[in-house]
């Protein structure tokens, strides 16, 4: 049985059954699209405190190698950010340390210009935008849309420990302060 055929007989969510159902019918670790529709999924499950489905989820895409496929490896290291979340939240220390060595891991193997990039998410240079986005949202739909990606930058940045300009306490301070906002939507929007 997939993650999402146990999902759709599980979740409490019809929101989250309709995604896991498309998912089941078309998915593959090929493509970006379907590892990015896998990886907002997980997201979802985390908010709506289903957290062993967002683990599991992650833990399908644990075959998946860097090999400079950037649009590929996004999904996996966002999946990996949320695990290494959960498991400190679990207090599985270990588990969550696997999680971000791999993404260390990776880095390492990436280009000098991937690398600044990187350290420039780290700094918090997406997170103006997403406030952006939340504040200019047409309806409560999309801004759920944007705080669940603003959440993802978030928990990046607090998993990664932070950067010169914007430490992983602020980012957690910033989850904490989204969640409430994100979790009273969800209960709209993904039920």
């Known amino acids: 049985m997939s993650i999402f055929q146990e999902?759709?007989?599980?979740?409490?969510?019809?929101?989250?059954?309709?995604?896991?159902?498309?998912?089941?019918?078309?998915?593959?670790?090929?493509?970006?699209?379907?590892l990015q529709k896998a990886i907002e999924l997980a997201y979802i499950c985390y908010v709506i405190d289903e957290f062993d489905f967002s683990l599991k989820i992650v833990d399908?895409?644990?075959?998946?190698?860097?090999?400079?496929?950037?649009?590929?490896?996004?999904?996996?290291?966002?999946?990996?950010?949320?695990?290494?979340?959960?498991?400190?939240?679990?207090?599985?220390?270990?588990?969550?340390?696997?999680?971000?060595?791999?993404?260390?891991?990776?880095?390492e193997e990436t280009t000098p210009l991937n690398r600044?990039?990187?350290?420039?998410?780290?700094?918090?240079?997406?997170?103006?935008?997403?406030?952006?986005?939340?504040?200019?949202?047409?309806?409560?739909?999309?801004?759920?849309?944007?705080r669940l990606l603003l959440l993802r930058h978030l928990i990046q940045i607090r998993e990664m420990g932070g950067g010169e300009e914007f430490s992983a306490e602020r980012a957690d301070k910033e989850i904490k302060e989204n969640m409430v906002r994100l979790t009273e939507l969800a209960k709209k929007y993904y039920k």
């Open 116 to 146: 600044k990039v990187f350290q420039r998410v780290l700094n918090g240079q997406m997170i103006p935008s997403g406030y952006d986005k939340v504040e200019q949202a047409a309806d409560e739909k999309s801004e759920c849309a944007w």
């Open 60 to 107: 399908s895409l644990n075959e998946i190698k860097f090999t400079g496929d950037y649009r590929i490896w996004e999904a996996v290291r966002s999946g990996l950010y949320l695990q290494s979340a959960i498991y400190k939240e679990r207090d599985e220390n270990e588990q969550a340390e696997k999680c971000i060595k791999r993404i260390r891991l990776a880095l």
């Open 7 to 34: 999902i759709m007989e599980t979740s409490k969510s019809k929101y989250v059954v309709r995604k896991a159902k498309s998912l089941d019918k078309k998915f593959s670790l090929k493509s970006a699209n379907d």
